[in-house]
């Protein structure tokens, strides 16, 4: 159905055919590679309500196939945005309620098959473990003076413990970041909303050296132009 999203792959290269891998009645959504390449770990509702899944890809000649199936979580709330650490660690997104029955998102890390949060939201969101396994970046709201509210990139280390700003971008939202290889930058989606609304107005990837003391988010070359996406 239209109105469904499935996990596909295709080779880094011009002119690559995309391959299904999962073709089932559910969202699939926010595929992520294991560090060996021999699977994908996602979030699906196929269950009732959104799970983080896990399928085995094996080569087949120049293409990939699809193993089993493996239900990884199975919490009361919703888990999303898995990141998978080079030692197999996963960290996610978990929504559920707090003992008030408010609505809170957390970052939470599978062990032994079942999720410990290690972050207390409410807000917290698209976790993305650093190379060396010791740090998780993360999206949270942030308060600025005026009462304005805008999303930030925060830092925790991998076992909860001293939560930090990680880079600061005044008036925009930004969410989903992405280290490099050697830890030294780090990448995001930036979302500047119109002030009087907060309708989308322009959506841009940002990035930030952090060894720049602070940190200074900086948009990367944009070849598109605001006008035509405005």
């Known amino acids: 159905a239209l109105d469904r999203t499935s996990i596909w792959v295709a080779r880094a290269v011009p002119g690559a055919v995309p391959l299904r891998i999962t073709d089932d009645p559910a969202d699939d959504l926010a595929p992520v590679w294991t560090a060996d ?128 700003v990680l880079v600061v971008g005044p008036a925009t939202d930004e969410s989903g970041p992405v280290w490099s290889a050697d830890g030294r930058w780090v990448f995001a989606t930036s979302l500047y909303r119109q002030v009087e609304t907060g309708r989308p107005l322009l959506s841009s990837v940002v990035y930030a050296d952090l060894r720049e003391q602070p940190p200074t988010l900086r948009m990367l070359q944009d070849r598109i132009g605001a006008v035509s996406r405005l």
């Open 37 to 164: 390449g021999g699977a994908l770990v996602f979030a699906s509702d196929r269950g009732g309500s959104f799970d983080l899944w896990q399928v085995a890809l094996s080569p087949d000649g120049d293409r990939l196939r699809a193993g089993a199936l493996t239900q990884l979580t199975d919490a009361a709330g919703v888990e999303l945005a898995p990141s998978v650490a080079r030692d197999g660690r996963i960290a996610f997104a978990m929504i559920d309620r707090d003992e008030a029955g408010a609505l809170r998102s957390r970052i939470a890390v599978l062990e032994e098959g079942a999720p410990r949060a290690i972050t207390r939201g409410p807000g917290d969101g698209t976790p993305a473990w650093s190379p060396d396994g010791r740090t998780i970046a993360f999206s949270a709201p942030m308060a600025r003076e005026g009462g304005a509210v805008d999303s930030d990139l925060l830092a925790v280390d991998a076992e909860g413990g001293d939560r930090r």
